[in-house]
């Protein structure tokens, strides 16, 4: 069996040697200017004994130099997804007069707009390569965080990322992979590796409280494509937010917070619709049941706030002494605030309690009904959040000490949400 493949792969090298002549010269030539005869060294990686050059390439074929055509399925590795040399591309490159003079244009503009109509991110960078992506992307990871270390997935490829260039050692220690070429540093100090599909491995990587962000592909696709199996990038997203760690965002999120608004637009959607529906249907029935359930509703709005404030000023309580603008405005004022709609809500209670007090005139067990609804339903959240808690739901309840970025504590700047590797 062994004989019989190598006898296949031997007659499949002569075929290619016989019919990529004008590839093996150029190749050849190459050697004399360029290391191994290619511009990058992954191109020497190739199943014969020189790579294939190209002649042209147009929608999803190849065409070498020795006139050979190919369908391509790499498309540049997505470089080429909407095919390559597409003519509303070639005749906007030729109208252009200048397009390496390393200045913006219009167009830029108008990229980053039509970007964030497209897909919701408010703000981008443009980079040439992944590699420059990624880099970028650690950087602002670890300047939000202030935390050191990555975490990757083992056997996993982003470009030439130092902190990629890694796998993991027969004794389970992060080592430098094979091959790589020179590496900065002991990749330890910089990455921590988990396997792919093992949501047990991501949290004991994310347990040590020092990753700024998880870089990953949706598939892993260095050693083949390897599909993630059912609930794994569940199980990450929410290991990153136990941790305090920026995740690969995807999918319908209740607290997905809108790019222009800053408000969770999902849930400010579907809590409109429920109120728009509430109001049509109860209304025509009975308007004072309708003006005794916003009367419960200011109630909860005064606890939730007055919950919120004190919150704020726990939260940022290290910052609090470092300005006097802090102290007033991350400190007093949302501890002000929160007292006084403390004692509205308590006071609240007291005087609507009386079922003459209320529009309806109603009572349950002797209390007006819109202290009954309010408070009733403070307290079913309570409960709910506790059996939530109690089940497998703890993507809130198992978060880690984090670091707070003063900038964003301080109002400098907006807290910069996670970037999927596809869009960085």
Same mark, same amino acid.
């Given at each position: ?5 190598? =006898? ?80 509303? =591309? ?40 992944? =590699? ?12 939000v965080t202030g935390r050191p270390k990555v975490l990757l997935f083992n056997w996993c490829y982003h470009g030439t990322v130092d902190e990629a260039f890694v796998t993991l050692g027969d004794d389970g220690v992060v080592r430098s992979r094979a091959g790589n070429v020179g590496p900065a540093g002991d990749p330890a100090q910089t990455t921590r590796l988990a396997e792919f599909n093992d949501a047990g491995s991501v949290d004991a990587a994310l347990s040590h409280g020092d990753v700024a962000c998880v870089l990953m592909e949706p598939a892993l696709t260095n050693i083949g494509i390897v599909l993630p199996e059912p609930g794994f990038l569940d199980a990450v997203r929410a290991a990153c937010t136990r941790a305090g760690a920026l995740r690969l965002p995807g999918g319908l ?156 504590? =301080? ?14």
């Amino acid at each position: 069996m062994i004989s019989a493949v190598g =006898t296949l792969l031997d007659r499949e090298r002569e075929r290619f040697a016989d019919t990529h002549p004008a590839s093996r010269e150029l190749h050849e030539r190459a050697r004399d200017s360029l290391i191994a005869g290619v511009p990058m060294s992954w191109m020497t990686m190739w199943a014969g004994a020189h790579p294939v050059y190209l002649a042209q390439a147009r929608g999803a074929s190849v065409v070498d130099v020795d006139g050979n055509e190919y369908a391509d399925f790499c498309l540049g590795d997505t470089g080429a997804m909407a095919a390559h040399s597409p003519e509303p =591309t070639m005749a906007a490159l030729r109208a252009r007069a200048g397009i390496t003079t390393m200045l913006p244009t219009e167009d830029a503009a108008w990229v980053g707009e039509e970007l964030g109509r497209r897909f919701g991110v408010p703000l981008w960078q443009f980079s040439l390569t992944a =590699t420059d992506a990624n880099r970028w992307l650690l950087r602002v990871c670890r300047q939000v965080t202030g935390r050191p270390k990555v975490l990757l997935f083992n056997w996993c490829y982003h470009g030439t990322v130092d902190e990629a260039f890694v796998t993991l050692g027969d004794d389970g220690v992060v080592r430098s992979r094979a091959g790589n070429v020179g590496p900065a540093g002991d990749p330890a100090q910089t990455t921590r590796l988990a396997e792919f599909n093992d949501a047990g491995s991501v949290d004991a990587a994310l347990s040590h409280g020092d990753v700024a962000c998880v870089l990953m592909e949706p598939a892993l696709t260095n050693i083949g494509i390897v599909l993630p199996e059912p609930g794994f990038l569940d199980a990450v997203r929410a290991a990153c937010t136990r941790a305090g760690a920026l995740r690969l965002p995807g999918g319908l999120r209740l607290g997905r917070v809108h790019p222009r608004f800053l408000t969770p637009h999902v849930s400010t959607i579907a809590i409109g619709g429920i109120a728009a529906i509430w109001f049509a249907v109860l209304f025509p029935l009975s308007e004072n049941f309708v003006y005794d359930s916003l009367t419960s509703l200011s109630l909860m709005i005064a606890f939730y706030y007055a919950l919120t404030g004190f919150a704020c000023a726990i939260f940022y309580r290290h910052e609090l002494t470092k300005s006097v603008k802090n102290f007033l405005f991350i400190g007093v004022g949302p501890v002000v605030g929160g007292t006084i709609l403390g004692y509205l809500f308590f006071k609240a209670i007291d005087e609507y309690r009386d079922p003459g007090a209320s529009y309806s005139g109603s009572e349950i067990f002797g209390v007006a009904v819109p202290v009954v609804l309010g408070v009733g339903l403070l307290i079913l959240g309570g409960v709910l959040s506790v059996l939530w808690r109690l089940g497998k739901h703890d993507q809130f309840f198992g978060r880690r000490r984090e670091t707070v970025d003063p900038e964003v504590a =301080t109002g400098a700047k907006l807290a910069v949400a996670a970037v999927p590797e596809e869009v960085a």
